[in-house]
């Protein structure tokens, strides 16, 4: 049985259920290149302040380095009674360089170690994160740029609205990430800050020197309230709201694309390389990297969930239920990190049928809104033409027509102050042409957030 690190005041072991229990080495492991880093910061700090002598500092360091090495050669193995990954590296580093290990947790206690860690932990995963987001984005663009001047259906209700570009549409999920990437960075504001040395709850008697740890560890500033430090995560619910909204965007582009792939719409072809086929019908292609996206942002969605209701009603300060926020934290990051991957191979591969996207953006009376809009600038009030260009509608219904079948003499039965070169400004050409104002599906302004988007990328890579 493994001699507890707290275990002085205990007359019994802790029994073997409890044990099993309790541990968080077997999804905490993967803190220990956070944990190496902060305790050596922590030690180097200890003995610049002469709390322990620069020789034991030095010991320390060196040892915590080697463990670390001998971990990402596979030569470590964890003990389970050790409970977590800040005792089995204290553990460690005893069996290593025997007393002088026993300092290291001078000053500190696990409640502000973990806290560290995961601070730590987020803070890289929000740059691996913010890093595949842009690949992501590049793509988009890429995309964007070859098929801007692809014309087809918009939907609002998933109705036939008003035709677009398809460069357009695909640019409206580039402006999407790249509000998920802002909402990360300021999530960093909250969470690049340090918090050892709060201790347990009420910090800490010694001389330390906190903003020296806080350099060290690359942290913007230091926590100011000690019981704040170790007991909240609202940082954590922020990092793992950030990663749901991202999964969010990433889920309602996965259905587009599920439902552009069958063969009733036709608008795309997904790659054979991000496809997979039925077990019985030998004619299937399906979709199972967009539909696991879209599946897996419940999971995401879940860990947010999951780590809001895991604060609602703990008191004051730490509390041993905190232990279950790094699963939700990890498989969140894991999930966002590995649906941004996937999601830009499946996009670049990407047929687009433009014929198909183009057919049916004419149909369903899409340019409707183009003729009240003649209507407007003929001098007829907006509510008025909405009216005579609905019964126009119901007329071409009625008949089986289109508004393109309508000679002037009918649409003018409906609207008589429609121009005589009406029919020109009722083609999906015109209708895209026609939407200039900034932010508009106008081919000139598809280009200029192109040129703008590229120019965002630029700056991220530099």
Not at 70 to 79: L, M, P, R
Not at 303 to 331: C, V
Not at 367 to 372: C, P, V
Not at 412 to 426: C, E, Q, S, W
Request: charged share 25%.
């Amino acid at each position: 049985m493994t001699k507890k690190l707290w275990g002085g005041r205990f007359q019994k072991e802790t029994d073997k259920v409890v044990e099993a229990f309790t541990e968080s080495i077997s999804f905490d492991c993967r803190l220990i290149a956070q944990e190496i880093v902060q305790s050596s910061a922590h030690a180097a700090m200890l003995g610049k302040c002469g709390i322990i002598s620069l020789d034991n500092s030095r010991k320390i360091i060196k040892g915590l380095g080697a463990i670390l090495k001998d971990y990402q050669a596979g030569k470590i193995e964890f003990d389970v009674g050790a409970e977590d990954i800040h005792t089995n590296v204290e553990k460690l580093l005893i069996e290593r360089i025997g007393e002088p290990a026993k300092k290291l947790h001078t000053a500190r206690s696990r409640n502000d170690q973990v806290a560290t860690d995961v601070r730590l932990y987020l803070r890289d995963a929000t740059e691996q994160i913010d890093r595949l987001s842009t690949e992501l984005q590049q793509a988009i663009v890429e995309r964007a740029a070859q098929h801007a001047e692809v014309i087809l259906p918009g939907f609002t209700h998933m109705q036939h609205a008003q035709p677009v570009l398809l460069g357009h549409y695909l640019m409206a999920w580039f402006w999407m990430l790249e509000r998920d990437k802002g909402r990360f960075a300021d999530c960093l504001k909250r969470l690049n800050v340090l918090v050892l040395g709060a201790g347990a709850l009420a910090g800490t008697t010694f001389p330390i020197d906190r903003q020296y740890v806080a350099d060290a560890l690359g942290f913007d500033s230091v926590s100011e309230n000690s019981i704040d430090s170790v007991s909240d995560r609202d940082w954590a619910s922020e990092f793992a709201c950030c990663c749901a909204i991202l999964m969010t965007h990433l889920s309602r582009f996965s259905e587009e694309l599920i439902i552009w792939n069958t063969s009733e719409f036709g608008f795309v072809e997904l790659d054979d390389s991000v496809t997979t086929g039925s077990s019985i019908m030998p004619q299937k292609k399906n979709p199972d990297v967009a539909e696991l996206v879209r599946g897996k942002s419940s999971r995401v969605i879940g860990d947010l969930m999951s780590i809001l209701t895991l604060q609602k009603g703990l008191p004051l300060a730490y509390n041993r239920d905190l232990q279950e926020d790094k699963e939700q934290l990890f498989d969140a990051t894991d999930t966002v990190q590995m649906s941004l991957k996937v999601f830009a191979l499946m996009l670049s591969g990407a047929k687009f049928n433009a014929e198909r996207m183009h057919k049916a953006a004419g149909e369903a009376f899409s340019t409707a809104t183009d003729l009240a809009d003649a209507l407007v600038r003929q001098g007829v009030s907006f509510r008025t033409a909405h009216e005579q260009v609905g019964s126009l509608v119901a007329y071409c219904i009625e008949n089986d027509k289109q508004l393109s079948d309508l000679s002037l003499k009918e649409i003018k039965r409906f609207a008589t102050g429609a121009p005589a070169n009406i029919a020109d400004m009722l083609t999906v050409e015109a209708s895209v042409a026609a939407r200039k104002a900034t932010g508009g599906t106008a081919l000139g302004e598809v280009k200029r957030q192109i040129r703008k988007a590229r120019g965002i990328l630029r700056k991220d890579q530099s």
